[in-house]
């Protein structure tokens, strides 16, 4: 008896939870406001292929919003196509377009209100301002997006993902490009951020600002505008990324500004005219990353402290290390520099003199850019193996004591 | 004129000068793309020869062999032949075996270990400089009949083409490091030929550096092709000025 008690309640719970409501021409809900209407918290909303203008798509209820064949949802041009006020939305396999424009309503393809445990998943958005926008939120998810503007200014484009204020979102998948940036994040922490592309961007690939304690892992980060840009924020994770082709003066395969204990290991920097600066890093360790063909490896600004490079790999970059004064509170060990002419007479595979990753020449084109028109010459090469044996205008400490012979791995 | 041309490459390709010549380029060619772990890195080493020793070897030779041949061009001259036809003569004899020689001993190398475009530009460069210091060479034997002081003023040419000119370049930029200089300085890099090479090289070998502000000035300039042929337009000028004003000079020369 007591078992019967405790069950049927259960029993008429579940008969509420249970219903699915199915939106679409040949249905009784011609449109998704309607269906979501009719819909309880907990219903799940079946859209059926096809083209819908919902203006503003309201959810105010814990619903799961699922498209057969991507349905198409058009803004129009004027309207935010999804806006989400409950916990525990689920939206999937949308296509949701033409979002209007609006610098000062943020108008998105998805936004999230104060969203407890959303999440957004197979979805196609195009031509939307922001993509898909977080405002507040804890424990929502992410997964699988392409995101696709086609705006050219930096005014007439939102950001891809973008994230303010919100805890342990889960990033995973996504492909975004296009935007101005293309995955933002503003006081955004302990999330986890894996294998997405974000690609031709129109400023940054990634950009974040505030956010603590988050991991990276295994996103492509390329040809974005001006690269990938983290800046104050403490105890970031990157592993496995791969920054490639970001050209230009102030493009950075990643830009490092008051960033504080961070940790990256295995990371690729390939083609960019500088893979990472850093600015008022502090304590960030960087361990088994490879450096290929870049302008410049490193710059390091004599702001930095306690920044260590272990077991990375240098290879046929321009300038390895540049930087603009001669404190040195970094330390540089056992990397491996293709360009190190040392000699190993104990054969432990460590170079017995130390490489001085900074030359002459990347201090004077620090200072007189133009000066890049003399690399390479034989005067600018004279000056370089002159200051390798007497340094003069290179910091003196900036040095990898122990370099290796062979590749680090 | 061809007889001329064919007497002055059968005879300067059977000078041990140039023989040593060739096999000197062609053991450090091999030697640099083999010793080095990457080929890109030995393209580096071969940058470094082809931009210090094709311009030396190529201008005091031409100069040493113009002034050894002054008894045969005395010969030539009684003949009933045109100074003009014998001085061209002359030049394309020296060009086309100072280039063979440069072929044979950098640019088989290079199109075995680096047929790319890197590759094909440092081959097409490298004729271009070593033809440009035959010019340069004929013009100054030509405007000095003295062997030694000719000579002494053939390597001060070469000096001043490889190292005092961009010394010149570098003490400018410091001193004029608060003006836009970056477009000057693209019509200064055309008043030496081996900077010019050296800029086109450059471009396909550092083209992630070159991508920053400056260098993308750079880029866009000698990256386009209007830049590439008026690199390729100045450097012919190179060889057809001095070319052209030492044939003038040998006209009227009272030999």
């Given at each position: 008896?007591?078992?019967?008690?405790?069950?049927?309640?259960?029993?008429?719970?579940?008969?509420?939870?249970?219903?699915?409501?199915?939106?679409?021409?040949?249905?009784?809900?011609?449109?998704?406001?309607?269906?979501?209407?009719?819909?309880?918290?907990g219903d799940t909303v079946l859209v059926d292929a096809g083209h819908y203008k919902e203006k503003n798509l309201i959810i105010r209820k814990s619903i799961v919003l699922k498209g057969l064949n991507y349905p198409e949802l058009d803004g129009e041009s004027k309207y935010q196509n999804i806006s989400v006020f409950a916990r525990g939305v689920v939206i999937d396999g949308l296509k949701i377009t033409h979002s209007g424009i609006s610098s000062l309503e943020d108008l998105s393809g998805i936004k999230i209100y104060d969203g407890h445990d959303v999440s957004v998943k197979n979805n196609f958005l195009e031509d939307t301002f922001f993509g898909i926008f977080i405002e507040k939120g804890e424990n929502c998810t992410i997964e699988n997006n392409k995101i696709t503007a086609f705006n050219k200014t930096e005014q007439q484009s939102g950001n891809g993902i973008h994230c303010w204020q919100a805890k342990g979102i889960r990033i995973i998948g996504n492909t975004v490009t296009g935007h101005r940036d293309g995955i933002y994040f503003e006081f955004v922490n302990k999330s986890f951020i894996r294998g997405n592309t974000s690609t031709s961007n129109i400023r940054y690939g990634l950009h974040f600002m505030f956010s603590n304690d988050d991991t990276y892992v295994s996103n492509t980060f390329s040809n974005n505008g001006s690269g990938v840009s983290v800046m104050f924020s403490n105890r970031i994770r990157m592993l496995?990324?791969?920054?490639?082709?970001?050209?230009?003066?102030?493009?950075?395969?990643?830009?490092?500004?008051?960033?504080?204990?961070?940790?990256?290991?295995?990371?690729?920097?390939?083609?960019?005219?500088?893979?990472?600066?850093?600015?008022?890093?502090?304590?960030?360790?960087?361990?088994?990353?490879?450096?290929?063909?870049?302008?410049?490896?490193?710059?390091?600004?004599?702001?930095?402290?306690?920044?260590?490079?272990?077991?990375?790999?240098?290879?046929?970059?321009?300038?390895?290390?540049?930087?603009?004064?001669?404190?040195?509170?970094?330390?540089?060990?056992?990397?491996?520099?293709?360009?190190?002419?040392?000699?190993?007479?104990?054969?432990?595979?460590?170079?017995?003199?130390?490489?001085?990753?900074?030359?002459?020449?990347?201090?004077?084109?620090?200072?007189?850019?133009?000066?890049?028109?003399?690399?390479?010459?034989?005067?600018?090469?004279?000056?370089?193996?002159?200051?390798?044996?007497?340094?003069?205008?290179?910091?003196?400490?900036?040095?990898?004591?122990?370099?290796?012979?062979?590749?680090?791995? | 004129?061809?007889?001329?041309?064919?007497?002055?490459?059968?005879?300067?390709?059977?000078?041990?000068?140039?023989?040593?010549?060739?096999?000197?380029?062609?053991?450090?060619?091999?030697?640099?793309?083999?010793?080095?772990?990457?080929?890109?890195?030995?393209?580096?080493?071969?940058?470094?020869?082809?931009?210090?020793?094709?311009?030396?070897?190529?201008?005091?030779?031409?100069?040493?062999?113009?002034?050894?041949?002054?008894?045969?061009?005395?010969?030539?001259?009684?003949?009933?032949?045109?100074?003009?036809?014998?001085?061209?003569?002359?030049?394309?004899?020296?060009?086309?075996?100072?280039?063979?020689?440069?072929?044979?001993?950098?640019?088989?190398?290079?199109?075995?270990?680096?047929?790319?475009?890197?590759?094909?530009?440092?081959?097409?460069?490298?004729?271009?400089?070593?033809?440009?210091?035959?010019?340069?060479?004929?013009?100054?034997?030509?405007?000095?009949?003295?062997?030694?002081?000719?000579?002494?003023?053939?390597?001060?040419?070469?000096?001043?083409?490889?190292?005092?000119?961009?010394?010149?370049?570098?003490?400018?930029?410091?001193?004029?490091?608060?003006?836009?200089?970056?477009?000057?300085?693209?019509?200064?890099?055309?008043?030496?030929?081996?900077?010019?090479?050296?800029?086109?090289?450059?471009?396909?070998?550092?083209?992630?550096?070159?991508?920053?502000?400056?260098?993308?000035?750079?880029?866009?300039?000698?990256?386009?092709?209007?830049?590439?042929?008026?690199?390729?337009?100045?450097?012919?000028?190179?060889?057809?000025?001095?070319?052209?004003?030492?044939?003038?000079?040998?006209?009227?020369?009272?030999?």
């Amino acid at each position: 008896m007591k078992f019967l008690l405790f069950i049927i309640p259960l029993l008429i719970c579940y008969s509420a939870k249970a219903k699915t409501i199915h939106v679409g021409s040949k249905w009784k809900y011609k449109n998704v406001t309607a269906g979501i209407q009719a819909a309880e918290s907990g219903d799940t909303v079946l859209v059926d292929a096809g083209h819908y203008k919902e203006k503003n798509l309201i959810i105010r209820k814990s619903i799961v919003l699922k498209g057969l064949n991507y349905p198409e949802l058009d803004g129009e041009s004027k309207y935010q196509n999804i806006s989400v006020f409950a916990r525990g939305v689920v939206i999937d396999g949308l296509k949701i377009t033409h979002s209007g424009i609006s610098s000062l309503e943020d108008l998105s393809g998805i936004k999230i209100y104060d969203g407890h445990d959303v999440s957004v998943k197979n979805n196609f958005l195009e031509d939307t301002f922001f993509g898909i926008f977080i405002e507040k939120g804890e424990n929502c998810t992410i997964e699988n997006n392409k995101i696709t503007a086609f705006n050219k200014t930096e005014q007439q484009s939102g950001n891809g993902i973008h994230c303010w204020q919100a805890k342990g979102i889960r990033i995973i998948g996504n492909t975004v490009t296009g935007h101005r940036d293309g995955i933002y994040f503003e006081f955004v922490n302990k999330s986890f951020i894996r294998g997405n592309t974000s690609t031709s961007n129109i400023r940054y690939g990634l950009h974040f600002m505030f956010s603590n304690d988050d991991t990276y892992v295994s996103n492509t980060f390329s040809n974005n505008g001006s690269g990938v840009s983290v800046m104050f924020s403490n105890r970031i994770r990157m592993l496995n990324n791969s920054f490639k082709e970001n050209w230009g003066d102030a493009a950075y395969g990643i830009l490092l500004k008051e960033i504080s204990d961070g940790y990256m290991e295995g990371n690729r920097f390939t083609k960019n005219t500088t893979a990472i600066y850093m600015e008022g890093a502090n304590r960030i360790h960087m361990k088994k990353n490879t450096f290929q063909n870049n302008g410049w490896a490193l710059k390091i600004q004599a702001s930095c402290m306690g920044v260590v490079l272990e077991r990375n790999n240098f290879i046929g970059n321009t300038f390895d290390v540049g930087t603009n004064g001669s404190l040195v509170l970094n330390t540089f060990k056992n990397n491996y520099w293709d360009k190190y002419e040392g000699y190993d007479l104990n054969k432990d595979r460590i170079g017995d003199i130390p490489y001085r990753p900074v030359s002459m020449f990347s201090m004077i084109v620090e200072k007189y850019p133009t000066a890049m028109i003399l690399f390479r010459s034989f005067i600018t090469t004279l000056l370089d193996k002159t200051e390798k044996i007497l340094p003069s205008l290179t910091p003196e400490n900036l040095k990898d004591n122990a370099p290796l012979m062979k590749k680090a791995f | 004129m061809k007889k001329i041309i064919k007497f002055v490459i059968t005879d300067i390709l059977r000078n041990r000068t140039m023989m040593v010549y060739t096999l000197f380029l062609l053991a450090s060619s091999f030697s640099v793309f083999s010793l080095e772990d990457s080929n890109s890195k030995g393209l580096l080493s071969l940058l470094n020869i082809i931009l210090i020793v094709v311009p030396l070897v190529s201008i005091v030779f031409s100069s040493i062999y113009v002034y050894n041949s002054a008894e045969f061009i005395e010969l030539l001259v009684s003949q009933p032949l045109k100074r003009k036809s014998i001085w061209l003569s002359i030049f394309g004899g020296l060009a086309a075996s100072l280039s063979i020689a440069f072929f044979i001993g950098a640019g088989i190398p290079v199109l075995i270990y680096q047929a790319n475009m890197i590759g094909l530009t440092m081959i097409v460069v490298g004729i271009m400089l070593s033809i440009i210091f035959v010019a340069i060479a004929m013009l100054a034997a030509v405007k000095t009949s003295d062997k030694a002081k000719g000579i002494g003023a053939v390597i001060m040419l070469w000096l001043y083409f490889s190292l005092m000119f961009d010394g010149l370049v570098l003490f400018l930029l410091f001193q004029f490091a608060d003006y836009p200089i970056e477009k000057p300085m693209i019509g200064i890099s055309a008043l030496n030929p081996i900077d010019l090479s050296r800029i086109m090289i450059l471009l396909q070998l550092d083209i992630s550096a070159m991508m920053g502000y400056t260098g993308a000035i750079f880029k866009d300039f000698f990256g386009t092709f209007t830049g590439i042929s008026f690199s390729i337009i100045v450097l012919l000028l190179w060889i057809a000025l001095p070319v052209w004003y030492s044939t003038h000079k040998f006209n009227t020369k009272d030999l």
